[in-house]
């Protein structure tokens, strides 16, 4: 969109009065022989075309400014329903509740076990998203921790393990713990690698993970 120029308008105005002048100075002087007067009667006729083409652009200017103020105008009415939309826009879409939670998570299981660590991950993600029944989120969780150690990506899947230990109630538990242990060997914390294999031990001595956590005691120097 093209702003007529506010100086543009001024010097259109100037020059229209200063043709009007050169005018009346023409016909003030305008008294000699009959060429002369032929002469001025021409300049004078070369002036009012000047005078209707820079009224004409004059006219044009006034018109583009009064069509922009109405745009404008437009716009600051139209800004709370923009506002409103953009608003709208920037939320995101609400959660898509899963018909069949234990049929999505056997799925990210098998994804999972597959090492497609990514699809897995949104698989879990998408059931923790939806609404999944408690017993399957601190197993989300679980398995979200377990990719991410799939893919060495040890303080992500530690997070996901913790959170499994927040819960007052899983059966994956002794799992996470075992599974923590083993993300800080693996990060070289050795001391802290240590104290978490020990936690397995003696928090869950019925554990299928204690004679493993033993091993891993052993070998740490």
């Known amino acids: 969109m093209i702003v007529p120029n506010v100086g543009s308008l001024h010097r259109c105005a100037i020059a229209v009065v200063s043709v009007a002048i050169g005018m009346g100075t023409l016909l003030t002087l305008g008294c000699g022989g009959s060429g002369e007067v032929q002469k001025d009667r ?44 953009l608003a709208e826009a920037k939320s995101p879409p609400p959660p898509t509740k899963i018909s069949n939670p234990q049929a999505e998570y056997d799925h990210g299981l098998s994804l999972a076990r597959g090492k497609n660590y990514q699809e897995a991950m949104s698989v879990f993600m998408g059931l923790l998203n939806g609404g999944a029944p408690e017993n399957l989120e601190s197993n989300c969780h679980y398995w979200i921790g377990e990719c991410y150690y799939g893919m060495k990506q040890y303080k992500d899947a530690l997070t996901h393990f913790e959170t499994v230990l927040g819960y ?42 204690v004679q493993r956590a033993k091993d891993e005691l052993a070998k740490i120097k």
Not at 68 to 79: M, P, S
Not at 180 to 206: F, W
């Open 168 to 209: 007052s109630r899983s059966t994956k538990k002794d799992d996470a713990q075992f599974m923590m242990a083993n993300c800080y060997n693996r990060m070289r914390d050795k001391e802290r690698a240590k104290q978490e294999y020990q936690k397995l031990i003696d928090q869950y001595p019925a554990s299928e993970y």
């Open 42 to 85: 021409n300049t004078i006729d070369s002036l009012r075309v000047s005078i209707d083409a820079l009224s004409a652009e004059n006219s044009n200017y006034k018109s583009q400014v009064s069509r922009l103020e109405q745009e404008n105008k437009n716009l600051v009415a139209q800004r709370p329903y923009l506002e409103t939309k």
